[in-house]
């Protein structure tokens, strides 16, 4: 009996373990300029808060820890955090951003017209990559002075830029020109296309209808 609980401990442990794992998985890239003012956008697109202690960023060299992104601390549920090549301040006066908006300055590991985006664990495990480049990837978008973002939400995680756009000034992710006359949305997480707020809707919908026939 004893042998079967402390089975049944340890597979909670790998359970909970793997959970971690899961929350760490839920952070994306969400936006990225390479020329113009550059910076590169994280999101936590999931349930829970993610400590970013030990997470790290590098480019095409992909080496884990090549640039600390432990001071982001705690990112709750649902924010975005920069990594700007301009110091964290002009950053935040350039685009209008709060204090409260998380921006990491001064980075010197620089994205160039063909490059990759690492985004790193504190265990050193690939979180999340996007390749890019226009003359990489003929006919893909250039970030050159506008940002790169998700065409739809399907593009976070996929590793395929053919499924990012430009930003606009206007467009539906918030996008707006800095006093530096660049076009972009730091520190806005994309949000869901409309027909994926219809499809939830109607999910809840029927729900709820399910719901009501439970009790009648
Ligand atoms: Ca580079
Ligand atoms: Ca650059
Ligand atoms: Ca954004």
């Known amino acids: 009996m004893k042998t079967k609980s402390f089975g049944k401990l340890l597979a909670a442990v790998v359970l909970s373990a793997g959970l971690v794992n899961a929350a760490s998985a839920n952070v994306y890239i969400t936006e990225w300029m390479y020329s113009g003012d550059e910076f590169i ?14 997470w790290s960023y590098d480019d095409d060299s992909r080496t884990a820890g090549t640039v600390s992104l432990s001071s982001f601390g705690t ?30 300055g001064g980075n010197s590991v620089n994205l160039g017209r063909n ?31 506008a940002s790169g973002i998700p065409a739809s939400l399907a593009a976070l995680g996929a590793n395929s830029v053919s499924q990012w756009q430009l930003s606009v000034a206007g467009d539906a992710a918030g996008s707006y020109l800095s006093t530096s006359g ?35």
């Open 41 to 54: 956008e994280f999101t936590n697109l999931g349930a829970g808060a993610v400590d970013f202690t030990g």
């Open 75 to 104: 990112v709750a549920a649902g924010e975005s955090v920069i990594l700007s090549e301009s110091a964290a301040a002009d950053f935040r006066a350039a685009w209008g951003l709060s204090a409260s908006v998380k921006v990491i």
């Open 115 to 145: 490059d990759e985006i690492n985004l790193y664990d504190e265990a050193g495990d690939l979180v999340d990559r996007l390749t890019y480049g226009d003359q990489s990837f003929v006919g893909t978008i250039r970030t050159q002075n």
């Open 182 to 216: 660049y076009i972009a949305n730091p520190g806005v997480a994309p949000v869901p296309e409309p027909e994926s707020f219809a499809m939830l809707l109607a999910g809840l919908g029927l729900l709820g209808c399910i719901a009501r026939r439970r009790f009648t």
